[in-house]
């Protein structure tokens, strides 16, 4: 499965965008980009996912570069209740089996006053 | 908005007792996962099914572990002789399908803490 490499932490002021970065040199032509999050304890939370093209939902924004080797999450007006450890992932297509998810170590998302 | 349930929320065990974790899945999802995250540690994949039987396992699920659908709605998991290092939290998750652009939706786990 391709890499992934995020900064451990940011912060980010409440109201503001914020800006979670995530390289990904090593992906494949077919292989998508996901991002999760975990507040606390709790169960991992789909976010949004994407393959080439730019992807927005109500939770989120997703920019892929055009090289797909960089890619970055978009919570357009950060909130306290945002705070958490956000993972970006690398999903090979089906290869036959269930698709697992690889979890790294994430970026610990702050969100202050 | 459907969602993964899992129970119980916390399971307290002795060592070398059998476990059962349950799951029930998004109704309409056929791909179904676990998933396990040691306290302060990354989250792991355990193992995956499909149509009654296993797609793929990790290192982590040996024998002590097996996976059931024992209806049309429950998924469980079973540690058959529990260790102090299985303490961890489980999570349950599920999909549509198999592919790379159906996403895996997560219950909110089972904290597991074997004495």
């Known amino acids: 499965d391709a890499k992934t490499t995020q900064p451990p932490s940011m912060d980010c002021a409440e109201g503001r965008a914020a800006n979670l970065p995530c390289n990904h040199s090593?992906?494949?032509?077919?292989?998508?980009v996901y991002w999760y999050r975990q507040i606390h304890s709790q169960g991992p939370q789909y976010i949004i996912h994407?393959?080439?093209n730019n992807e927005t939902n109500e939770m989120a924004s997703l920019i892929i570069t055009e090289d797909r080797k960089s890619s970055t999450l978009i919570l357009p007006h950060a909130t306290l209740r945002d705070t958490a450890v956000y993972y970006c992932?690398?999903?090979?297509?089906?290869?036959?089996?269930?698709?697992?998810?690889?979890f790294g170590t994430g970026t610990r998302l702050q969100v202050t006053l | 908005e459907p969602e993964v349930t899992q129970t119980p929320s916390h399971q307290v065990t002795q060592m070398g007792q059998e476990v059962i974790l349950r799951c029930v899945p998004i109704?309409?999802?056929?791909?179904f996962y676990w998933y396990r995250q040691i306290l302060g540690q990354k989250v792991e994949f355990l193992v995956s099914?499909?149509?009654?039987?296993?797609?793929?396992k990790s290192e982590i699920f040996d024998d002590q572990f097996s996976v059931e659908r024992p209806d049309g709605s429950n998924f469980t998991l079973k540690i058959r002789s529990t260790k102090l290092e299985d303490s961890a939290m489980y999570f349950c998750?599920?999909?549509?399908?198999?592919?790379?652009?159906?996403?895996?939706?997560f219950g909110d786990g089972t904290r597991l803490s074997i004495l």
């Open positions: 994407g393959l080439k």
């Open positions: 992932i690398v999903r090979p297509p089906y290869t036959g089996t269930a698709s697992k998810l690889t």
């Open positions: 109704s309409n999802h056929l791909y």
């Open positions: 090593t992906i494949s032509g077919n292989e998508y």
């Open positions: 998750a599920s999909s549509e399908a198999g592919v790379g652009n159906q996403p895996q939706h």
């Open positions: 099914f499909y149509n009654n039987e296993i797609s793929e």
